[in-house]
């Protein structure tokens, strides 16, 4: 739905198409958003690796955080985009090494083994999620529909995915891309979902091999690898571990800097400037958000955090769910207009961000906190929608090209 768009188009960003449909305000906003959702994920990337790091060689987290931000930004801003696709391609390999011998070792240290683990995870509801028709909890339908939204973001409306499908050669190249994705990504999902019910029921048999407080659960990975793996297979572990997170912090440094140079700097501060003068500005942007993202991190932990992919999935929402519902806005309809899609965008965040601070897990939810991107993308879909209906239609040559709504020309 939105890869002909992109390609047509041909852009460095996703967010000019926004611009062509509705105005520069859209883009700007949408670019924000996307922005705001990559600096604070880049952020937890950098946390999650450190914990490992830090249980590994002793050293504090903080600093754990600036070596792995130094050397992701380091090779990123030297290689620009062909450096992230080639060592992504890489690390991808190791990282599905590592999580196969994870997954094998852990196995062994269950007597019964994957039956064992199977019967347990049902039993302790931690292989598969209840299927009652709750968004208050985390239920088989609240993992659906708040993952439905999640992709949409991630491969429709985010700058990280669209960079890559902007350098395949065709539409159909484009494609295979997405399947490939799609395809790949799905048992890998499964295998580290399956990891981590095989280390809940692990440390159930033995737990006394756990030596870790409970808000440092985080950990639990990164313990099990030091204190439970032959020193050579751990070596791996923890080498696949870092691939992984250098492998996402680098694609989500390098479209970082795109959206920056391209939707804010060329064009409001010097839309005039060469080539190779953009090429130097996006290499000291590169360097410049490498720290900033350090630093946010170091802060995040700080602060202190219960889990770092409960943390990440509900607040991504805050943004992402915004940022679908503004794409779907001028793909699908024709009524849509810039005012009313830049207020209700701005609005739904402001209520999903309301509604975050009335309400705690430990009083109950109202609604689970995983949805948060689902309400932000229906809210700014409704109010901009319902918005747009006061004053005239949009002109048939506004619209051309740029919905997929039927269009009359007048």
Request: with cysteine; proline share 3%.
């Amino acid at each position: 739905m939105f890869l002909p768009f992109y390609l047509r188009l041909d852009v460095t960003t996703a967010y000019e198409y926004l611009e062509k449909r509705f105005g520069l305000n859209v883009r700007l906003l949408a670019s924000g958003l996307f922005i705001s959702k990559r600096l604070f994920w880049m952020a937890l990337v950098a946390l999650a690796p450190s914990l490992t790091l830090s249980t590994f060689t002793g050293l504090k987290v903080e600093y754990c955080i600036l070596i792995i931000g130094v050397v992701a930004t380091i090779y990123t801003g030297l290689g620009g985009m062909s450096a992230v696709i080639w060592t992504d391609a890489v690390q991808f390999v190791i990282l599905m090494l590592g999580q196969v011998l994870i997954f094998i070792f852990v196995i062994m240290g269950v007597d019964g083994g994957l039956g064992e683990i199977w019967r347990m995870g049902l039993a302790e509801h931690k292989a598969w999620a209840s299927f009652e028709f709750d968004l208050s909890q985390l239920t088989f339908w609240t993992m659906l529909i708040a993952g439905a939204v999640l992709a949409l973001s991630d491969l429709g409306t985010d700058q990280l995915m669209v960079q890559r499908l902007m350098t395949t050669r065709d539409e159909r190249h484009a494609r295979q891309s997405l399947w490939f994705n799609a395809i790949f990504k799905f048992p890998a999902m499964v295998l580290l979902l399956g990891i981590g019910v095989a280390l809940y029921c692990f440390y159930q048999v033995n737990p006394h091999l756990l030596e870790l407080a409970p808000e440092d659960y985080d950990k639990i990975l990164p313990y099990f690898v030091v204190t439970q793996l032959p020193t050579g297979i751990s070596g791996i572990v923890i080498a696949a571990i870092f691939a992984a997170a250098m492998s996402s912090f680098d694609s989500g440094l390098n479209c970082l800097v795109a959206a920056f140079t391209v939707d804010w700097y060329k064009r409001l501060i010097h839309p005039q400037e060469t080539d190779r003068a953009y090429l130097i500005r996006a290499k000291l942007m590169t360097f410049a958000l490498g720290l900033a993202v350090a630093i946010l991190s170091i802060l995040i932990y700080e602060m202190g955090i219960k889990s770092i992919i409960d943390t990440s999935n509900t607040y991504l929402g805050f943004f992402g769910g915004g940022l679908v519902g503004i794409f779907l806005l001028g793909i699908l309809t024709r009524r849509a207009k810039a005012l009313p899609t830049v207020l209700a965008a701005i609005l739904s965040v402001a209520l999903v961000v309301l509604l975050d601070l009335h309400q705690s897990e430990a009083e109950g939810y109202i609604l689970h906190p995983y949805m948060y991107g689902v309400v932000s993308c229906g809210l700014t879909m409704f109010l901009g929608y319902i918005g747009s209906l006061i004053g005239p239609e949009l002109p048939y040559e506004k619209l051309h090209g740029y919905t997929l709504a039927k269009i009359n020309k007048r």
